[in-house]
């Protein structure tokens, strides 16, 4: 595992913008730029430059020591056409009435995932109330830079929850997959800059193990 770790990495230093660790809050990028609509995420977000908040969602099994996580799969619906299929992690852009990007990750919960599911994330997420990392991308001429949390549901009765709560009609597809699976994928596999958050993850918290 060590040198599929590293392998992920390399792929990582390459394709990731900025990751800056624990940044302060009071140093998020302005979201109130306007943007003339000539590119799928400038029509969407009609801003220069937005910001998201997502959540990296997982639990390790005690007794085998596996790792599994909770991700959207973009449904044929999904306006932006080129990501349809691709799998993402939850969450989504802050609106200007979100308070802070946890409250932001809190209101995606309860518009993408069953009540129940919905509910332990939240709890689990107010105990996680900085991002345990910042990436920052481009995206089809829009600076976009994600507050990714890090939430792991470590009781295997909320586990169960979770994995089998569904995405609303109005999201995508949950998909589950192991560590091994994510090092097996690639870049194509994955929305936005999706991939490299991910990546840096594994490559975080599971290098050499």
Same mark, same amino acid.
């Given at each position: 595992?060590?040198?599929?770790?590293?392998?992920?990495?390399?792929?990582?230093?390459?394709?990731?913008?900025?990751?800056?660790?624990?940044?302060?809050?009071?140093?998020?990028?302005?979201?109130?730029?306007?943007?003339?609509?000539?590119?799928?995420?400038?029509?969407?977000?009609?801003?220069?430059?937005?910001?998201?908040?997502?959540?990296?969602?997982?639990?390790?099994?005690?007794?085998?020591?596996?790792?599994?996580?909770?991700?959207?799969?973009?449904?044929?619906?999904?306006?932006?056409? @080129?990501?349809?299929?691709?799998?993402? #992690?939850?969450?989504?852009?802050?609106?200007?009435?979100?308070?802070?990007? #946890?409250?932001?990750?809190?209101?995606?919960?309860?518009?993408?995932?069953?009540?129940?599911?919905?509910?332990?994330?939240?709890?689990?997420?107010?105990?996680?109330?900085?991002?345990?990392?910042?990436?920052?991308?481009?995206?089809?001429?829009?600076?976009?830079?994600?507050?990714?949390?890090?939430?792991?549901?470590?009781?295997? @009765?909320?586990?169960?929850?979770?994995?089998?709560?569904?995405?609303?009609?109005?999201?995508?597809?949950?998909?589950? #997959?192991?560590? @091994?699976?994510?090092?097996?994928?690639?870049?194509?596999?994955?929305?936005?800059?999706?991939?490299? #958050?991910?990546?840096?993850?594994?490559?975080?918290?599971?290098?050499?193990?």
């Amino acid at each position: 595992m060590e040198e599929k770790a590293e392998s992920i990495e390399d792929r990582v230093d390459s394709a990731v913008g900025v990751l800056d660790e624990h940044e302060s809050m009071d140093e998020s990028a302005e979201r109130i730029a306007p943007k003339d609509e000539t590119s799928n995420y400038a029509a969407a977000s009609k801003y220069a430059s937005v910001e998201g908040a997502l959540a990296v969602i997982y639990h390790i099994n005690k007794e085998t020591r596996e790792t599994e996580f909770y991700f959207e799969t973009k449904s044929p619906n999904y306006s932006f056409t @080129d990501y349809v299929g691709k799998n993402a #992690l939850v969450g989504g852009v802050i609106d200007p009435t979100d308070k802070s990007p #946890l409250e932001a990750l809190v209101r995606e919960f309860g518009e993408e995932i069953q009540e129940e599911g919905a509910r332990i994330l939240e709890k689990i997420a107010r105990n996680n109330t900085e991002p345990c990392y910042i990436g920052e991308h481009e995206d089809g001429g829009v600076n976009v830079r994600d507050y990714v949390f890090k939430l792991e549901v470590k009781d295997d @009765d909320e586990w169960e929850t979770v994995k089998n709560s569904k995405m609303t009609n109005d999201a995508g597809y949950r998909t589950i #997959l192991t560590r @091994d699976d994510i090092v097996k994928s690639d870049n194509s596999d994955w929305a936005f800059n999706h991939y490299s #958050l991910i990546s840096k993850f594994v490559n975080d918290n599971y290098r050499g193990k």
